[in-house]
């Protein structure tokens, strides 16, 4: 944490008017918090008796590092904060950009002698963490059962850190999100056709043309539409025959991301034929992040939310992080919030980053049970590992030998009599094989 003190001696001439102290903010802060304080009473006697006498009141508001305005608390709170996923009361949750910040100055009244008045503002780094959540769900606002304030607190229980709602063809939901303190909610939408399904992440508003269109030219232009307005693209369960699969082809437009895993197991179906075709594109140098999502529309026995989990390292949980870590494809897709976990690194890159060729590459797990298959996978071949009984953690040390990218795999057999299912699939750490 960083910590800003200043002070400031108000004036009695000074009274009824505004002003501003500025103050900086470098890059990186997740969140910022102001305190101040001030004699606002004074005790004085009279006639033997103590009276406390409100002599100074001083309100406090803000500005951010781009000059918006972000709040105002009067003079009843000494302290408030911000940050881009929960704020004070009275203040907008805004990330915290780099720049000069202003506190504005309320003299609303001040004693003959004036008043000095100290300032504190606390700064907290971002850092890199990992976050779990699910980027596929529907509410009533398209054909799930649930409403989106159910939804969200169904997800809390789930201990998810963020969720994506995804209504088919519908976005009017996403004016009227939840927004709670230990949770991120992001709007988003999956675009529904009969030729295939896409998700539109992290805009309120993907598109303004009718989502119905008849023609490659007029998805194109839909898709594109989307991504103007800044959404991030998904092409979700490309192999779900025959009703939903992606029909279109994968050269109709640009997009960021393939949902490999939709709903809770990756059994022998469209789940498998996708991770085959996405294994196929990496080994022929293609870069795909993929994400996981329940695809939830009711509760059942493998219906919940983060039933599959997508993991992402961010610097915050702000909407803005989280979706640049999807896109930069940091992170993993597991069975449920409760399946294992990894970080992988060589050396100052992480999964959807790139190392040079033949780089150490070291791999973290956690939550393993004993016989668990972690397999390392290139382009070259696999190697395996088993974990032993006990399980929790394990932690491999391998190189890249000439690859052009290691992902990795935690195959888990479940109950006695079932065959083998993978519980995770990470995103690829990819080599520069020309180092």
């Known amino acids: 944490m960083q910590t800003i003190a200043f002070e400031r001696f108000i004036r009695k001439d000074e009274e009824r008017t505004y002003f501003t102290i500025p103050f900086e903010v470098p890059e990186g802060i997740e969140r910022l918090d102001i305190r101040y304080d001030y004699p606002r009473r004074v005790p004085r006697e009279e006639d033997g008796a103590t009276i406390v006498e409100e002599v100074n009141i001083v309100d406090l508001a803000l500005t951010a590092g781009d000059g918006e305005y972000v709040g105002a608390s009067g003079s009843d709170r000494t ?14 949750a805004v990330p915290i950009a780099a720049g000069t910040w202003q506190v504005i100055v309320g003299a609303y009244k ?16 971002k850092q890199m963490r990992r976050f779990q ?30 969720a994506i709602i995804t209504d088919h063809n519908n976005y009017s939901g996403n004016d009227h999100l939840p927004a709670p303190s230990d949770m991120t909610v992001i709007p988003g939408a999956e675009w529904t056709h009969y030729n295939g399904h896409a998700g539109f992440l992290g805009v309120r508003r993907p598109y303004r043309s009718p ?40 050269d109709l437009a640009p997009y960021d991301a393939v949902e490999i895993w939709n709903g809770a197991l ?65 992170g993993y897709v597991k069975m449920s919030p409760d399946a294992p ?53 394990m932690t491999l040390e391998l190189r890249g030998e000439a690859a052009k990218f290691m992902r990795f795999e935690v195959i888990r057999t479940l109950a006695n009599g079932l065959p083998p299912v993978r519980v995770l699939v990470s995103n690829p750490i990819y080599f520069d094989t020309e180092d």
């Open 79 to 92: 302290h408030i904060y911000i940050s881009a996923y929960e704020s004070a009361q009275g203040y907008a």
């Open 133 to 162: 959540g699910d980027t596929h769900m529907h509410t009533t606002g398209s054909d799930g059962v649930l409403a989106t304030a159910e939804l969200v607190d169904l997800c809390r229980r789930q201990r998810l850190d963020f």
């Open 211 to 250: 989502f119905c269109v008849n023609t490659r030219e007029q998805a194109r232009a839909q898709i594109e539409e989307a991504r103007r307005a800044g959404a991030m693209i998904v092409v979700n369960h490309p192999f779900c025959q025959p009703e939903c699969g992606w029909k279109w082809g994968f």
């Open 341 to 393: 976990d990894v970080d992988v690194r060589a050396g100052e890159a992480m999964l959807g980053g790139c190392a040079p060729g033949n780089a150490h590459v070291m791999a973290r797990f956690e939550r393993l049970r004993g016989g668990d298959r972690v397999v390392a996978i290139t382009d070259r071949g696999e190697e395996a590992h088993t974990c032993p009984p006990g399980g929790c953690a």
């Open 110 to 125: 001040v004693a003959p002698e004036g008043v000095t008045v100290r300032y504190e503002v606390t700064l907290t780094e």
């Open 266 to 330: 990756m059994l022998d179906n469209e789940n498998t034929r996708c991770l085959a075709w996405w294994h196929a594109q990496l080994c022929a140098g293609r870069r795909i992040a993929i994400t996981g999502g329940s695809d939830f529309h009711r509760p059942g026995p493998l219906s919940l939310p983060g039933v599959p989990c997508t993991c992402v390292y961010a610097m915050s949980r702000s909407p803005e992080d989280l979706l640049g870590a999807l896109r930069a494809g940091r």
